[in-house]
């Protein structure tokens, strides 16, 4: 849709036609900030600066969240491990954010969650631990909300055991729990880029920046090419945010300039099994010897991780290999009665922590967790290291840092009142869920996983599902989904190829035993409909998807990062890399002539 005098918005889809809207605006018209990079932090960004009444582009080179945002831990805390390293203004501020996801931005996303932490000792440990657990609840109500999740609870072994049967019972010998929260993390960002584009900012996934244009010594926009169409043209900007995580390095080097600032890349792998494997009530938080492990509660199954190890090979594809996962189920099978076996495993992915580097070269696990604002040359302003749980506050301090620069008097942030489509009205919503069953023949539990996925969008999931009845069937071999979310990702999530539904807009591929690999044909003949493909773009679209399984799966029999990294490798990238620029290509900028 394009922009009109008489709307303070745009269309609440973002689909093809949006996108080429987004597209053609740009280029034909210079935009106050232009952000890089659709994860999590420039997907925020682009909703800061937007909802400050700039005009704003956002582009992603390739789907929303296909990086780091979309291989979290999918845990939304305060990181309570962050309070031994007397880090208490990181946790304060993670868990205020907290209380603002789980209570107003995003309450249809962003879940509450038990967890305990097992006592090996007693007395010493019990009396650390709750004290810790204490200031971590303590530090939770400090904002300007409350927490939204119950405090901390001392639990005796027999109680432990009550609710978790599972636990070998010489593993422990109490424990504590404590509450944070959980998110499917590409889906948020999907959200965060969809209200980002309804507030009137102009989004497009499969933009790639090849190059700054600059003045001077001034960033005045980028270069950019379209994926999709192969077209290359200018995007012009006053201000460009570079929030692009693990690739900072690689979009700075395209200035001419030495960042202040190095990003290290840390691994971290999370395995999937089904939730019957082991039977708890809640999910736990492990001590290991790098770092921690959590076993989290995820709908029918558990996500157990995560790895924390340096990494400098390919950083679109980080690859998991068979020592990563035997470490994995090493850790969580010291405390579990029946012990998990690489047949247990349903699921596996691997994604990369963008870390400030230290000086001293110091492990990933020690590195900070707090995000780092600069200005390195007129015109770009660099975001990097922080955490997914305070994206907000990493998105606002970048677009502050931005509009520090611009004439004129720009709004304050406002982000902290702003929920994402689909949270206003969610808890009405939930409390109708049975009559909205019955009304579309459906079973409840159908409405509630809608519910707990598009809040009130759920309507036009609905709407689909009326005009085509065939669309509430389950796909193959992932019963939790069904025909129409396929078509709803395509129409008004950007979805634009069958890895980006399988993947991100649904979790089909770490949560289906054979990874959507029985899915991917009847996902992508629905996905044909939507968007026009035929008959051999089809067969190209599930050939690609098959391949990177099997890549994937190759590489988890491996047993270091090099041999992982040639076996993931093998699999063709979703736009030939024939089309796409080498590291050489991209490292550069077009200057023009300084302009009085």
């Known amino acids: 849709m394009a922009e009109t005098t008489n709307s303070v918005s745009r269309s609440r889809k973002l689909g093809p036609e949006e996108r080429a809207s987004a597209i053609a605006t740009m280029r034909e018209r210079e935009v106050d900030v232009l952000v890089i990079g659709g994860g999590i932090v420039g997907a925020g960004a682009a909703l800061d600066a937007v909802t400050r009444g700039l005009r704003v582009g956002l582009i992603e080179a390739r789907d929303f969240a296909s990086g780091t945002s979309s291989r979290s831990s999918k845990l939304i805390h305060g990181g309570i491990r962050y309070l031994e390293q007397l880090n208490f203004g990181l946790v304060r501020e993670a868990l205020i954010e907290r209380g603002l996801l789980l209570q107003r931005i995003a309450p249809h996303l962003a879940k509450p969650v038990r967890f305990l932490y097992p006592l090996n000792t007693p007395l010493i440990e019990r009396a650390y631990i709750g004290a810790g657990m204490a200031m971590y609840d303590a530090f939770s109500y400090t904002g300007f909300m409350k927490p939204g999740v119950p405090l901390h609870r001392h639990l005796t072994k027999k109680q432990v055991l009550k609710q978790i049967p599972s636990l070998d019972p010489d593993a422990f010998v109490g424990g504590l729990t404590y509450y944070d929260a959980q998110v499917d993390d590409a889906r948020y960002v999907a959200e965060l880029a969809r209200t980002a584009s309804f507030y009137g900012a102009h989004v497009a996934s499969r933009v790639r920046a090849e190059g700054f244009l600059k003045v001077g010594e001034r960033v005045v926009g980028v270069q950019a090419h379209d ?15 570079n929030a692009t995580g693990v690739w900072t390095g690689e979009t700075q080097a395209m200035v001419g300039e030495r960042g202040e600032f190095k990003v290290r890349a840390s691994k971290g792998v999370h395995l999937v099994v089904p939730r019957d494997r082991f039977h708890s009530e809640m999910g736990m938080i492990l001590r290991t010897e790098k770092s921690v492990l959590f076993v989290i509660p995820w709908g029918r199954h558990w996500i157990i991780g995560t790895t924390d190890t340096d990494w400098n090979l390919d950083l679109a594809h980080p690859a998991a290999t068979a020592a990563d996962i035997d470490y994995i189920l090493d850790h969580v ?37 707090e995000h780092h604002v600069s200005h390195t040359v007129p015109g770009l302003v660099l975001i990097a290291g922080g955490k997914w749980t305070t994206y907000r506050v990493m998105a606002k301090d970048a677009i502050d840092e931005a509009v520090s620069a611009m004439d004129g008097k720009v709004p304050e942030s406002c982000t902290e009142q702003i929920p994402l489509l689909g949270a206003t009205g969610y808890r009405a919503a939930w409390n109708k869920r049975s009559k909205i069953a019955r009304a579309f023949g459906v079973h409840k539990h159908r409405i509630e996983h809608l519910l707990n996925r598009y809040g009130t969008l759920t309507d036009e999931l609905l709407d689909i599902i009326r005009q085509h009845p065939e669309l509430s069937e389950p796909l193959p071999g992932a019963d939790d989904y069904i025909g129409a979310e396929v078509r709803y990702a395509c129409t008004h999530e950007g979805a634009l190829h069958l890895d980006d539904v399988l993947a991100r807009r649904t979790r089909i591929s770490i949560e289906s035993w054979d990874r959507g690999v029985a899915a991917a044909p009847v996902a992508a003949r629905i996905m044909a409909d939507a968007l026009g493909w035929d008959d051999e773009r089809v067969e190209r679209e ?6 990177r399984v099997a890549a994937e799966l190759a590489s988890q029999e491996l047993p270091d990062d090099a041999s992982a990294d040639r076996a993931r490798l093998e699999a063709p990238e979703i736009v030939p890399l024939s089309a796409l620029p080498t590291a050489a290509d991209t490292v550069g900028t077009r200057k023009e002539p300084a302009r009085g």
Do not use: C, H
């Open 227 to 241: 994926y999709e169409t192969g077209e290359q043209f200018e995007i012009r900007a006053k201000q460009v945010v």
């Open 333 to 369: 099978n010291s405390v579990l009665a029946t012990k998990l076996t690489r047949t247990d495993v349903e699921g596996v992915y691997a994604g990369l922590r963008p870390l400030l580097a230290a000086s001293d070269g110091a492990s990933t696990a020690n590195l900070s967790r």
């Open 542 to 547: 599930i050939n690609t998807y098959n391949k």
